[in-house]
């Protein structure tokens, strides 16, 4: 009789620790495998990979910016068309 007595004034931590072990059991069996997991997300991880080669890829083999003057001068086109002072490349459409 004492040990039920005992064990009534840990009821709750009984309680709390049984439904823990239920949930945690019934995630690790009703939870879908590794192998599943990667089956459905295995392009996009394929496409992640490819992208981060192709950035580490460009990253090495373009030119570093200020090492020659086109770089410096790259966007001087396009704000002077947008500042309305566009460049003619030919001026075959003039009339004179």
Excluded: C, H
Aim: proline share 5%; no cysteine; glycine share 6%.
């Amino acid at each position: 009789m004492e040990i039920a007595q005992k064990l009534l004034n840990f009821k709750y931590q009984i309680l709390i620790g049984v439904t823990l072990v239920a949930a945690v059991s019934s995630l690790i069996i009703l939870s879908p495998s590794f192998l599943t997991i990667l089956a459905y997300f295995w392009p996009l991880l394929l496409s992640t990979v490819l992208f981060l080669i192709a950035v580490v890829f460009f990253g090495k083999t373009s030119v570093p910016p200020g090492s020659d003057s086109a770089a410096e001068n790259a966007g001087e086109g396009l704000l002077n068309y947008v500042a309305g002072q566009p460049e003619l490349a030919f001026d075959s459409y003039r009339s004179e």
